[in-house]
């Protein structure tokens, strides 16, 4: 079975962000993205504005729907955290969904004090917060995805409570690959695959993945999709975008 890439464009947003004006342009990267054929965009837009804005989402948004045919069935996925409040520019992870219906939102326990995100949900302490919200994303058409570390206990808490699919965070799994921890890392996370499958949830990954530990990655039991933006947006300093993108495509089939 293919791998869905979905790029993250969060990276390419931070770097425009350095300057003043719209150079480069996050649409138009998000639109080399697709041209190259991945299989869709992922954007984390945090309420502090340091890369994506929600004025970045509305737009691409629209452009994977105006991109959009059933030979060409490309995903937008917003990432982000549920809890966190409404502020100057920034309407609420909840809301920005509901008005820009993605295909998929991975909902994600992050905060302002983090530089990315590094772990996943504790639903036995979020999990009766988190269930409404689900619900109410669902209820609107949206997939939902929670950042999960690969721990079968929360698996199973996150079926219990709504999810579709699950995130497995790989950044322990990326920071070992190539070490003798990194035999025991994948094996728990093939495990944690198992579970999910059992259990009827979607799987996606992400988080520090690349050429090199993707060919590892790939082979993961029932991976649905990678989403993958830092390590993409560093090989493209080097190889070029396009080429970037076709070279973790090709890994993902």
Known sequence: MSIALSVNLNKIALIRNSREGNFPSVEEFGRLSLKAGANGLTVHPRPDQRHITPTDTRTLAQLVKTLYTPENPIEF?????????????????????????????????????????????????????????????????????????????????????????????????????GSNNEQRLFTEHSRAAETAAKLGLGLNAGHDLNLENMTLYRTLPHLCEVSIGHALTVDALLMGFENTVQRYRKLCE
Do not use: W
């Open 77 to 177: 996925n917003i990432e982000g955290n549920p809890f966190a409040p409404p502020r100057a520019g920034y309407p609420g992870l909840i809301p920005l969904c509901l008005e820009t219906r993605p295909n998929q939102c991975t909902l994600v326990p992050d905060s302002d004090s983090q530089k990315t995100s590094d772990h996943g949900f504790n639903l036995a302490q979020d999990g009766d917060r988190l269930a409404p919200l689900i619900q109410q994303l669902k209820d609107a058409g949206i997939r939902v995805s929670l950042f999960m570390d690969p721990d079968i206990e929360q698996i199973e808490r996150a079926k219990a409570i709504g999810a579709d699919r699950i995130e497995l965070y790989t950044g322990p799994f990326a920071s070992a690959y």
